[in-house]
């Protein structure tokens, strides 16, 4: 495939790589994720500086003109630096929503916060028994004189611990998995009956419970049309999985140098590692994965725009395609650094950490092959 970046588009992933160079080495970010915060305000405030987080907006959204092939070169980097900032959930999957469906006042509100930096948001979504199902969705919103109020339970909703507010699917019509009644909210964390139990992830990012009692939020809050959230729903976690395919693919990469580099100095029998024919053969099958996990994502990244039955159908084949290809690459790495890599010494285990959780979200390996052969 024949991809070429604009001028502009090299020069921000140049900036990137610097950036992730220098404030993102491995023992930087081990201190970070082993801090009580988990993340740094100030890194995100210099995301905000360097115009990453309005990249994805037009500019009459109070963006920068870019779309998804600027956000894809945004994660590919972060995918590099394991970047544990909440990129995805706010720009990507908040920013998403407002894009598609917000109205002007919302857009107002909303999308400069996003930009400067001041607001961080989380996409709660997931339910315990949800199982990847957007549809199945117990979370209630049930109106109230002029507003709605929420009640329900969000599981793993990623970067809840430091957000200003979530995005909240909830159900205002219909049954359970019924396609009808799903609705789309933003609430302040912190109105009064949002409770929330945060907790690590083990790629080293930081989650929560979110448990809705009893909050009202005013009508102004409902992105969309009430109850036909479900197809808004799937354009937005499509955008999502795209810019989580290309930082899979920065972390693959790494983690292949990585590996390539470690078996030129592990040495046994007398011998670098790296000159056994079989350990060659798998550091090559491992960059044809990197490499075939780069053409999918860019396919998928350019059919965000298409038609409904072409852009899933682009993305759930990017998802299970680099999926598999995850898995290989990770547990590669970890097998020819041998016992050293599962240890907490060596940043090849974090890579191999992130690249494993990849595949559960947003749906796993199984789920987009289902849904691919459903859409064929």
Known sequence: MDFNFTEEQQMVRDGLTRLVREQYDWETRRGVISSEAGWRPEIWAQMAELGLLGMP????????????????????????????????PTVVCAGGFLKHAGTDAQKEEHIGGIVDGSRVYAFAYAEPRGRYDYADVQTTAKKDGGGYVLNGHKAVVIGAPWATHLVVTARTGGERRDSEGVSVCIVDKASAGVVTRDYPTVDGRRASEVYLENVSVPAEALIGEEGAGLPLIERVTDEAIAAQCAEACGAMKVAHAMTVDYSRQRKQFGVAIGSFQVLQHRMVDMFTEYEQAVSMTYLATLKLDASEKERKRAVSSAKVRIGQAAHHVGQDAIQIHGGMGMTDELAIGSYFKRLTIFDSEFGNVDHHMKRHIALS
């Open 57 to 88: 907006f037009s500019e009459a959204d109070g963006g920068f003109g870019g779309g998804a092939v600027d956000a894809m070169i945004v994660m590919e980097e972060f995918g590099k630096g394991l970047v544990v900032e909440p990129f995805v």
